[in-house]
């Protein structure tokens, strides 16, 4: 299946099928998910502790990679408790979103997806997972225009999704979490064959 015929820029078809809604806003309006996994809110209450501190321990970072991708864990497992350390506390010291991504992805294991999984359980106001589905979905409305297949991210990739999840979290008042949890469920529900193509 060509690139076109899986799905393209304004055309609502992506490799799950029909997409039935005009545009993100529209999806937004009908599927808001405003509410959080248990499990997931659970452990974003609990690294609240974490944010405070100003860094994020060995065991915390830990968990996280495994929330996000067990099959990575044994990279992520190579960091020491000290880099873990070092490299959080500069995450949290900054300002910058692409420093952020450089230094999280600096880490064994951590890439792009990763690191914004960590942002993510860090600060969901602020971010939302940069995962296969939610980019899919945003692909089908025609609002990022390539990496069909949502995945081999780079650090441009992630400043676009993190930019058009922020656009419309501003605009209905909820977390960036919210809008990229919402598609995710979106297209769990609308996907017709395999997630990977």
Request: hydrophobic share 40%.
């Amino acid at each position: 299946m060509s690139g076109t015929e899986a799905g393209g820029r304004g055309h609502g078809r992506v490799a799950l099928g029909r997409v039935p809604y005009a545009s993100v806003a529209d999806l937004l309006r009908r599927e808001l998910v405003r509410g959080e996994d248990p499990a997931t809110a659970a452990l974003m209450e609990t690294l609240r502790r974490a944010r405070r501190r100003g860094w994020v321990s060995r065991a915390e970072f830990l968990t996280m990679c495994r929330w996000k991708s067990p099959r990575a864990l044994r990279h992520c497992r190579l960091n020491s408790a000290a880099a873990v350390r070092r490299v959080s506390r500069a995450v949290l010291a900054t300002r910058s979103e692409r420093a952020r991504l450089g230094l999280l992805t600096g880490l064994h294991g951590v890439s792009v997806p990763t690191a914004s999984a960590i942002l993510t359980l860090l600060d969901p106001r602020r971010y939302g997972v940069l995962d296969i589905r939610a980019w899919q979905l945003l692909f089908g409305l025609g609002r990022v225009s390539r990496k069909l297949a949502g995945r081999g991210f780079a650090p441009g990739d992630w400043l676009d999704y993190l930019g058009e999840l922020r656009r419309h979290a501003r605009r209905f008042g909820v977390t960036a979490r919210a809008v990229e949890y919402t598609l995710f469920l979106c297209h769990r529900r609308l996907q017709k064959g395999r997630l990977y193509v």
